[in-house]
């Protein structure tokens, strides 16, 4: 796209532009599932947490096995103090007004695994809860989907993919942000950093943590015996499945942090109007 | 101090609003169609296909769990636990050209099913058993269905405690899954009256809540919403979905 000096409208980011320029992102598609994914990761995870409420523990096992249990959320309030308690492989914590004992959602408390706070509904109602899970569920898949038939049709998600020539440009990268280089090595829209993140996440974290989701349900277990053998079992599925939503927490912690950290107005305007201002030493090529 | 206080109340408030939010939104009964919109593309996904996953006598759960329902204890239940169930009948009509009551000796004859099956509860926990019964598909050839049959509605001696009947509802597709079978045995032994006897429901492809304990009647029909609370089962009626393959 030709622009001449003193255009209005930003243009879209090629590698001729210069530092300081203020150039169009991200797509109005990218955007759009972009928040999309993350109002459903938030109830998704909410819900998860509702659902998991229901059998409070995690086995590395088939059938469910307590002498693999991975986790355990336990509450006793029999005794007349009430006692929350949290057991990761074998080693117990008090979590008591944490985990195991806690906030139930109306106001009060009770033995339960996550507080009300954090699940979706506040009180226990796992019909509620798996109602909306399975809603946001299938947002999240078709976000994804859009963002992915797009983006390849359009060439912005292969500007996103981690490539064999990247990974020498993964240290550099690094030691700059440490500060252990002065200099910050030059990269296209994203650096290489920034696409082993996100290829990891699109690639990787987002496929698997719909798979383990759809590997709990009975059905498609009887059509995908072989992947349910793979990931260990069907309790081993449940926990995979946790795990990959903590992964994604992670993923989450990280992004938000490197929002902030690198121009939070900036990043929010490039993710809701869709422009950008080109920091030092960015846009020159892909 | 105080301050120390302040925050630590004022998050408290924070928290708790959290759940007020979440809550109202799940009680807003409106968006639950909204919500409800994607269990036919779950069924349409997922469906009735491949069969279940068989497993060996060894993985048998020793202590086969109950959960939440109580035994029926109406008293023409309890007298079929004193006569052992020898006066129990089991009707099929509805919707159906040759409408037949089975006999505990009858279903018996025509026992095939021999299944390690592993039952997956909705609230998350599994168990695995050895199931022995009759193959609901080969019953409806018996009573042979009417074309606008759909559905097959299983009633239980059941009730909750409100008085509210124990159902449950299955298309014809589902009824006539090779693995789908009204159980008479549970590890080697006639079903006990906790698990569902002296007939239950097991079709291991789908949640634990579609597995109609104590099933008194069933039901052909072209549609479920006339029945209880219309949502096609009691458990449907509270809420989870009609479709549970997921």
């Given at each position: 796209m030709e622009v001449t000096a003193g255009s209005v409208s930003p243009r879209t980011e090629t590698h001729e532009d210069t530092p300081g320029q203020v150039v169009h992102r991200h797509s109005v598609t990218v955007r759009l599932t972009h928040w999309a994914a993350f109002l459903a990761i938030v109830v998704l995870t909410m819900s998860g947490l509702q659902i998991f409420n229901a059998a409070p523990y995690l086995d590395a096992?088939?059938?469910?096995?307590p002498a693999h249990r991975v986790l355990s959320l336990d509450g006793d309030q029999a005794t007349g103090t009430a006692v929350g308690t949290t057991t990761i492989f074998g080693h117990t914590f008090t979590t008591t007004?944490?985990?195991?004992?806690?906030?139930?959602?109306?106001g009060g408390e009770t033995v339960r695994g996550f507080p009300g706070w954090i699940t979706f509904p506040g009180y226990q109602d796992l019909a509620a809860g798996r109602r909306w899970h399975f809603f946001f569920a299938w947002m999240f898949v078709l976000a994804g989907l859009v963002y992915f038939i797009v983006g390849f049709a359009r060439g912005e998600l292969q500007l996103l993919i981690l490539r064999p020539s990247d990974l020498p440009k993964l240290w550099p990268m690094q030691a700059y942000y440490l500060h252990l280089r002065k200099e910050k090595p030059e990269h296209g829209k994203y650096n290489p950093l920034q696409k082993a993140g996100y290829t990891a996440m699109l690639f990787l974290l987002a496929p698997f943590v719909v798979l383990t989701g759809l590997a709990l349900a009975p059905g498609f277990d009887a059509i995908a015996n072989p992947l349910i053998w793979l990931l260990g079992g069907r309790q081993f599925a449940r926990t995979w499945h946790f795990v990959s939503m903590l992964a994604l927490i992670g993923f989450f912690c990280g992004h938000v942090f490197l929002v902030v950290s690198t121009g939070f107005i900036n990043n929010m305007r490039s993710m809701t109007l869709g422009t950008y201002r080109l920091g030092p030493h960015e846009g020159t090529g892909p | 101090m105080k301050r120390k206080l302040f925050v630590a109340s004022t998050m408290a408030a924070a928290l708790t609003g959290c759940a007020k939010v979440t809550n109202s939104l799940a009680g807003w009964d409106a968006l639950n169609p909204v919500l409800d919109s994607v269990n036919p593309l779950d069924h349409a996904l997922i469906g009735t296909r491949g069969s279940a996953k068989l497993y060996k006598p060894?993985?048998?759960?020793?202590?086969?769990p109950v959960n939440s329902l109580d035994t029926p204890h109406q008293a023409e239940y309890l007298a079929f636990l004193e006569d052992n169930f020898a006066t129990y009948r089991l009707p099929i009509t509805g919707l159906v050209d040759h409408p037949q009551t089975f006999t505990l000796r009858q279903l018996r004859a025509l026992t095939t099913l021999d299944e390690i099956t592993r039952h997956d509860c909705v609230e998350g926990w599994s168990v695995v058993g050895a199931w022995r019964g009759v193959a609901l598909g080969s019953l409806l050839k018996l009573v042979r269905p009417k074309p606008q049959a759909r559905y097959v509605i299983m009633y239980s001696y059941d009730h909750d405690g409100d008085g509210t009947q124990f159902y449950g509802s299955l298309d014809l597709t589902q009824a006539a899954h090779p693995q789908t079978m009204l159980a008479l045995d549970l590890n080697g032994k006639p079903i006990d009256a906790a698990h569902g006897a002296p007939v239950r429901l097991r079709i291991?492809?789908?949640?634990?809540?579609?597995?109609?304990?104590?099933?008194r009647n069933i039901e052909l029909a072209a549609d479920f919403t006339h029945v209880f609370g219309g949502q096609g089962g009691y458990w449907e009626d509270q809420g989870y979905a009609w479709y549970a393959g997921i």
């Open positions: 096992s088939d059938i469910n096995n007004h944490v985990l195991g004992y806690t906030d139930d959602g109306m | 060894s993985d048998v759960t020793v202590d086969y291991p492809t789908q949640l634990g809540y579609k597995s109609t304990k104590w099933i």
